[in-house]
C-alpha cells in the first residue's frame, strides 16, 4: 500500500458500501460515505482523500458529470467507477475522456479490491513523479 490513505465511497447501496468499507478499513485505508450530491466536491475537497469510488448502482449519481466537476475542482487522485457492466472499448475511452480514471467490475471481492485500489494508487504516484 502507498501510505495510510483516506478513500471516499459514493452511493448509497448499502451492501456494496458495506463490503468497500470493510475491505478498505481491513487493509489500513480511512474510508469515508457519501450520498449526499451537496456534500461530495466539499467532502472530496477535504484535504486527506486521496482516492474516489463512485458506486453507479442505486446511487442516481451522474458518474461522468460528477468526475467532471471533480477534476474542474482540481481533485487529482484517482476516480474510479464501480460497475456491474464489462465495458467495452469505446465506453472504457469515454469514461477516461470523462475524468475518471478507470474502473472495477463487480461483483467486488473483498480479499482482491485492496489490491485493486493499491494499484491506482500506485499509478496516480507513477504520473506525479
Not at 458495506?18 to 480511512?30: I, Q
Not at 484517482?78 to 478507470?102: H, Q, W, Y
Amino acid at each position: 500500500m502507498v501510505g495510510k490513505q483516506t478513500i471516499l465511497y459514493l452511493g448509497n447501496h448499502f451492501p456494496t458500501a458495506a463490503l468497500v468499507n470493510a475491505a478498505l478499513s481491513d487493509a489500513g485505508y480511512n474510508v469515508l460515505v457519501e450520498d449526499s450530491l451537496g456534500k461530495i466536491l466539499q467532502t472530496a475537497g477535504s484535504d486527506g482523500v486521496g482516492m474516489i469510488l463512485m458506486d453507479e448502482q442505486k446511487s442516481g449519481l451522474d458518474c461522468y458529470g460528477l468526475a467532471d466537476s471533480l477534476r474542474k475542482h482540481k481533485f487529482q487522485g484517482p476516480i474510479v467507477l464501480l460497475t456491474e457492466d464489462k465495458l467495452e472499448r469505446r465506453e472504457f475511452c469515454n469514461l477516461i475522456a470523462g475524468g475518471m480514471s478507470g474502473y472495477i467490475q463487480k461483483p467486488l471481492d473483498k480479499a482482491e479490491l485492496p489490491r485493486l485500489v493499491d494499484k491506482y494508487f500506485t499509478a496516480v504516484a507513477r504520473t506525479y513523479e
